[in-house]
């Protein structure tokens, strides 16, 4: 009766190891999925050659510095995906601890990566004063052809007037340029350049931003799956020893 027992609960335990394991496996290829799409949407974001030329113009290069460290977290993700399906299907304990400390990396550099990201893209974030002090620059020396050139492009393209409103070309004693009117109406944008781009920026970091975070979940459930795959294993190695 006693052997009777002991079979039982090793056949039950060898059935939880592996509905872990494939639970494992399933979650793992979803964190892959989501690490190639952060790396593709995260590189993408970096050298679109458009918006590539605007950060260089207003010296916003501070907005790339998440973009980085969530490119660092994809590639992390996606290889530790590939380690974790193999250090649980071999049973590897030493493996699966390995893999709970490169989850615990992942997590704290996707959450990393999506703070430093929101930091320098939200609005009444740090990338505000940056931003106001390029456009400040460009109206004080419009009257050189090479500044003229880019804020008729940043005002064009996205449809503002100064770095806080065509106030600050009163201030200056400038001109207000053509640009900073509406086709339609002749009437001059209402919001300055400022926070034009910071909600463009912020329409753009936003999708990265949450994929991060979904990662960061992730992270957590797969740290605990492979602690609850250490103990079962360690227990069946009991059961096995005493058998």
């Known amino acids: 009766m006693a052997g009777t027992g ?12 592996g509905c872990i394991k494939y639970l494992i496996f399933c979650f793992n290829a979803v964190s892959w999925i989501f690490g190639a ?11 679109e050659p458009g918006f590539e030329e605007w950060v260089g113009f207003l010296g916003m290069w501070q907005f790339y510095i998440g973009i980085y460290i969530l490119i660092a977290a994809s590639v992390i993700v996606m290889i530790i995906s590939f380690v ?4 649980a299907l071999m049973e590897l304990v030493v493996g699966l601890y ?16 999506a703070a430093v990201l929101l930091d320098y893209s939200t609005y009444d974030s740090s990338i505000q004063p940056i931003i106001s002090t390029a456009m400040t620059n460009l109206i004080s ?30 201030t200056m004693l400038k001109p207000l340029p053509t ?33 991060a975070l979904s990662l960061c979940m992730l992270h957590v459930v797969l740290a605990v799956l492979a602690l609850i795959l250490i103990q079962a294993i360690k227990k069946e190695e009991e059961i096995t020893y005493k058998q």
């Open 6 to 17: 002991r079979g039982t609960g090793a056949a039950q335990l060898e059935q939880k190891i």
């Open 37 to 47: 799409s952060l790396f593709g949407l995260s590189l993408w974001m970096r050298l």
């Open 84 to 87: 974790g399906c193999g250090a």
């Open 98 to 113: 390995a893999y709970i400390g490169l989850q615990i990396l992942s997590f704290v550099c996707g959450l990393a990566g």
């Open 141 to 170: 020396n419009s009257q050189y052809e090479g500044a003229a050139v880019i804020l008729r492009m940043v005002q064009e393209n996205i449809g503002c007037c100064g770095a806080n409103g065509p106030m600050d070309y009163l």
């Open 179 to 211: 640009e900073c009117r509406d086709t339609v109406t002749g009437n001059a944008f209402f919001h300055g350049c400022v926070d034009e781009l910071t909600w463009f920026l912020e329409a753009r970091s936003g999708w990265i931003a949450g994929l």
